[in-house]
């Protein structure tokens, strides 16, 4: 298991705690310098038979080159085994070399396999004669040489083909695919007659619950010795949308990967509630899926009257009533109706009459407008707008003060207090845009931050703020040693993705990121050791970023560098995600809050990491290793190259035999992830077992592993 990484987070900086390096990989001078049998080879301790590992040329001693991973003069060692020079049964050619496959029909070269068969996916799998080697050999005179098949016959159009079908690209008869519709239809005598497929990678089994693959959607039955998955319709399964019901009027369903799925129609409504269109003059009616709002029913003009002085509000011969908009161009029922296109007037509606007035007053009617979250008074010719700072007008962003002025500001609501409250925009640029003064911003003010000057703007997510900035936190120094502290927007702290972004010598070292609670942030920074990311190390200091981790993967220490893609990595390594964890320390005694992130670390291939929850959903060569998430909070497993030859169940007698690298004792199995019975081997079956501790604070998660 990992031993992790954890860093004490003290401001905006880290100071590590180093891992120990492995003693195979400890610095020498001679042999009398490394422990028990180990030999020191290069400036390495290593086991007598061991070459320098390494990743890149600058990893090796001067003169050597980084060779298939091992420091070499460059001469390549004759090999073992070859395709025309296989190992024999019971080994498979690994890179040269024959290694022991467990009794297990790995393999990895044709060679590996027994005549007529071909090694496919890490098994040895029946090859098929060609059916063609070409154009003579077929009847059509048609041979696919890549494929070893014979093409359908020339055509010009479908009656020229026996099936009716011609391909005018190629201008030959296509060949259907092989189908099935019942078992003896298929070589393997397993056919999915949901999907028309022979089944040719069916599991071994016993009994009916062992071929259990949690789909509801399939029947699971043991035949023959092996599992057969049949896809079947019934209640939310189907074959084809026929056999799907909708929940409702304005549902639609579909059958998508044999499920049925329920789909919204767009515009449609199942009952009146849904049409309400905010006008008390009309009615609202669902009539067959669809909404429609005509005049409520009237007798006299009198029964329309909908008390706004900007509609003719009549009952026509239809008995329905028409409420129509004058045509006075300063009736309004919102600013919004109002604008004399000229910049130096406000434009607001009072009692539905727009009103365009000047920065001068006389009475306090010039000063009135349609937010009820504003007092507005006429000082010395001047209006004078005050802010309403009760509960009602309290906002968070611009959002919240839809119709009460549409802005969110600051204001001062004690001598020593501060608020966000809603009221009328003095400037027209939002949050997050920069600015130079005051007045260009909507809340009437440029905050001046050390990294820049933004337009001040209460935030809850960063969908609130504009351009490059993002949602954080501006502290307000009340004096007395008071603050105020509110949600908005901020500029992000300067970052890197990887050494690459760092200019100079400068290197992407960790960091806390300021407006990110709990998370780290890359900044560049100068370098602290000498090795490269990625380089074998024995301590952090070795190391440009100062972090020296264990790659249990590999079994070999190496310096941590930041990535967000492979891309940020040098050349020969990868970016992988929750190989490293950084710690937060909560400022309480206890270590069980702590809270940790983990960014991308550039590492050695690995294998594909794709997601999975068993071997059987990683490719032929992989397992799945229980990875946790960024946050160490819960399980994320990830394919990953596997270790030994034994999978997930099988009997073992110490951890190198297995694919986890892990043999559980007493029982003598490997231990492995699993999602049904059918992963397992041997006797075992896939179990839940609660007490799984997926890091060192002692979490436990609930898996599933093939057990006895």
């Known amino acids: 298991m990992r031993k992790i990484l954890i860093l004490i987070l003290l401001t905006a900086f880290l100071a590590a705690c180093g891992t120990e390096g492995s003693p195979e990989w400890g610095p020498c001078t001679t042999s009398g310098d490394c422990s028990g049998s180990l030999v020191c080879k290069e400036g390495v301790c290593l086991n007598p038979e061991q070459q320098v590992s390494c990743l890149v040329d600058a990893q090796c001693p001067a003169g050597l080159s980084c060779l298939d991973g091992v420091c070499s003069d460059g001469t390549e060692p004759i090999p073992e085994c070859s395709d025309s020079n296989p190992c024999g049964k019971g080994f498979s050619c690994v890179k040269g070399n024959c290694v022991d496959n467990g009794g297990t029909d790995l393999c990895s070269v044709d060679g590996d396999c027994q005549e007529g068969e071909a090694c496919k996916n890490g098994e040895c799998v029946e090859s098929a004669e060609p059916e063609c080697e070409a154009d003579e050999e077929c009847e059509s005179a048609n041979c696919d040489i890549d494929a070893g098949v014979c093409l359908g016959a020339a055509c010009e159009e479908d009656g020229d083909c026996p099936d009716g079908t011609c391909n005018l690209e190629t201008s030959t008869c296509t060949i259907p695919e092989p189908g099935c519709i019942a078992d003896e239809d298929c070589d393997s005598g397993l056919c999915d007659t949901g999907t028309g497929e022979c089944i040719e990678d069916a599991v071994d089994c016993g009994q009916d619950e062992e071929c259990n693959d949690e789909d509801p959607c399939t029947a699971d039955t043991c035949q023959e010795g092996k599992c057969k998955n049949v896809h079947i319709a019934g209640e939310g399964c189907c074959l084809t949308a026929d056999d799907c019901v909708a929940a409702g009027p304005c549902e639609e369903v579909a059958c998508t990967d044999f499920a049925c799925v329920q789909q919204p129609i767009a515009d449609c409504c199942a009952e009146a509630s849904e049409c309400d269109d905010g006008n008390p003059m009309t009615k609202d009616l669902c009539q067959e899926g669809l909404c429609t709002n005509p005049g409520i029913d009237c007798v006299f003009d009198a029964d329309c009257d909908d008390a706004n002085p900007c509609t003719i509000d009549t009952c026509p011969g239809t008995h329905e009533c028409a409420n129509t908009k004058t045509a006075d161009p300063l009736c309004c029922s919102s600013d919004a109706d109002c604008h004399d296109d000229d910049p130096e007037t406000k434009d607001v509606c009072i009692n539905f009459q727009c009103y365009f007035k000047s920065e001068n007053c006389v009475q306090d009617i010039d000063c009135v407008d349609s937010n009820p979250c504003t007092t507005e008074?006429?000082?010395?010719?001047?209006?004078?707008?005050?802010?309403?700072?009760?509960?009602?007008?309290?906002?968070?962003?611009?959002?919240?003060?839809?119709?009460?002025?549409?802005?969110?500001?600051?204001?001062?609501?004690?001598?020593?207090?501060?608020?966000?409250?809603?009221?009328?925009?003095?400037?027209?640029?939002?949050?997050?845009?920069n600015c130079a003064e005051d007045s260009e911003c909507r809340s009437g003010l440029c905050a001046k931050l050390n990294d820049g000057e933004i337009c001040f703007g209460g935030c809850k997510s960063d969908m609130d703020c504009k351009g490059s900035t993002a949602c954080g936190v501006i502290s307000f120094d009340l004096g007395g040693g008071k603050t105020f502290a509110a949600d908005a927007c901020v500029i992000p702290a300067p970052g890197c993705t990887g050494d690459s972004s760092c200019a100079g010598s400068t290197v992407c070292l960790p960091g806390q990121n300021p407006d990110v609670p709990n998370s780290i942030i890359g900044f560049c920074g100068p370098a602290i050791g000498s090795k490269t990311g990625g380089s074998i190390c024995s301590g952090d200091l070795d190391c440009q970023t100062g972090t020296c981790f264990e790659l249990f993967e590999k079994n070999i220490d190496i310096c941590w560098s930041k990535c967000s893609t492979d891309a940020d990595c040098l050349p020969g390594l990868y970016c992988y995600a929750n190989l490293i964890y950084f710690g937060f320390d909560q400022d309480t005694p206890s270590e069980a809050d702590d809270k940790f992130d983990s960014p991308g670390t550039c590492a050695p291939f690995l294998g594909s990491f794709q997601s999975c929850w068993a071997d059987s959903a990683c490719p032929g060569n992989e397992f799945c290793f229980w990875y946790s998430n960024k946050t160490w909070t819960a399980l994320e497993p990830r394919c990953i190259s596997i270790k030994g030859n034994i999978g997930a169940g099988g009997n073992c007698s110490s951890d190198a035999q297995c694919k986890s690298n892990v043999c559980l004792t007493p029982a003598g199995i490997c231990m492995g992830l699993c999602k049904a019975s059918g992963d397992c081997s041997g006797i075992t079956t896939c179990q839940p077992y609660d007490q799984f501790e997926f890091n060192p604070l002692g979490d436990l998660a609930t898996v599933y592993l093939c057990l006895p």
Do not use: F, M, R
Request: proline letters at 5%; one cysteine or more; aromatic letters at 2%.
């Open 377 to 433: 008074k006429c000082v010395q010719g001047s209006c004078l707008i005050d802010v309403i700072t009760e509960p009602q007008c309290a906002c968070k962003t611009d959002g919240d003060c839809i119709g009460k002025g549409n802005t969110c500001v600051l204001e001062q609501v004690g001598p020593t207090s501060l608020g966000l409250y809603c009221s009328e925009p003095v400037g027209s640029k939002l949050a997050g845009e």
